[in-house]
């Protein structure tokens, strides 16, 4: 039987014959590390493991620093900080306290490496007793409008302390618009907007929850974060951050939305954002500690597909292992 001229496998021969051919390649200025910032008093060493994210800690302001600079010499792309607050009231009022543990760590980690981006998630949920991403109304219902006049008043906050991108998370409309136009009167014209565009109500979020403590004391989120199975609601949502000003947009969860974030990169033409989520992160934590899979092999797959699909940056629990792994 003669065999076509065209033989696939000729260029996978060896590994240096791949590498040459190699369409996507993953590195560690592409990969940006979560952490969590937090208020409470923590052990001698600045850390409180998370139990459902194995080898992820809340950390004092001080070892957010120390992590930082590890990050940093790492060569990753930047740092994404959450906060984590003793705490809550009605409306996460604590979210904007100039003295707040996120305010804290963006400035001591800008002193300490100045060159390495630093972005804030902008939301309500970790600072409100209710768990909720805003403020809500009597029927317990979020009211967008006052919501939004609150994220824009947080995101100043960590404007003010030097975050070089604020990203707002709550999925309320207009928030971009309301972000971008007080960012701009309080004359921090070259601080970025990373919008959580199309952020889908997933069940991969549960670890995150308890590493934040924002549960939603009631209800769930579907109100205001997208169906999982509505792409082109996506994409609008995406194209809409656009028109409001934002500099970059995110797909989140990650796994599960390669298309949308395909789509989206093609459809906006901005840099696009993918977060790796804490759910899709432990899953591959609990199957490598079980023996079902090499967790090195998947993560760096996973990081490589996500980079493939569309995605300039990834968000990542693994990103510094992965910077890592790669360096070796």
């Known amino acids: 039987m003669a065999f076509p001229h065209t033989r696939m496998r000729r260029m996978r021969r060896t590994g240096a014959l791949r590498g040459l051919v190699r369409e996507t390649e993953l590195s560690a200025g592409r990969l940006v590390a979560p952490m969590f910032v937090t208020e409470a008093p923590v052990s001698s060493s600045g850390r409180e493991p998370i139990e459902t994210m194995p080898g992820v800690a809340r950390l004092s302001v001080s070892a957010a620093v120390e992590e ?14 959450f906060g984590v607050p003793a705490h809550t009231d009605a409306d996460g009022s604590g979210a904007w306290d100039e003295d707040g543990a996120v305010q804290l760590a963006v400035g001591a980690i800008k002193r300490s490496t100045p060159d ?11 600072y409100t007793e209710h768990g909720h991403c805003g403020v809500l109304r009597s029927d317990g219902s979020v009211d967008n409008d006052a919501t939004i006049e609150l994220l824009a008043r947080v995101a100043c906050s960590h404007a003010r302390a030097g975050a070089d991108l604020v990203a707002p998370s709550d999925m309320m409309d207009g928030r971009v618009g309301a972000i971008r ?18 952020k889908f109500a997933s069940a991969f979020y549960g670890p995150f ?3 934040a403590n924002s549960a939603p004391a009631f209800g769930d ?10 792409g082109r609601e996506a994409v609008r949502e995406a194209m809409l951050d656009v028109d409001e000003g934002a500099d970059m947009v995110m797909v989140k969860p990650a796994l599960a939305y390669g298309d949308l974030i395909a789509a ?10 993918a977060y790796n989520v804490s759910g899709e992160y432990a899953m591959v934590k ?21 980079h493939r699909a569309g995605a300039d940056i990834v968000i990542s629990y693994h990103a510094a292992d992965a910077a890592r792994w790669l360096a070796e």
Do not use: F, W
Not at 264 to 273: H, Y
Not at 294 to 302: F, K, N, Q, V
């Open 181 to 198: 136009t007080e960012l701009d009167a309080e004359g921090h014209t070259e601080v970025g907007i990373l919008a959580y565009s199309a």
């Open 264 to 273: 989206i990169k093609r459809s906006t033409g901005l840099p696009v954002a």
């Open 68 to 81: 930082a600079r590890r990050i940093a010499d790492l060569g990753l792309g930047g740092v994404m900080l």
């Open 116 to 126: 390495l981006v630093v972005m804030t998630d902008v939301c309500l949920c970790g």
């Open 209 to 211: 929850r308890d590493a």
């Open 221 to 230: 989120r579907r109100a205001y974060q997208l169906d999982p199975a509505n």
């Open 286 to 306: 609990a199957a490598a500690a079980a023996g079902y899979l090499d967790e090195r092999e998947a993560a760096l797959e996973i990081l490589t597909g996500l």
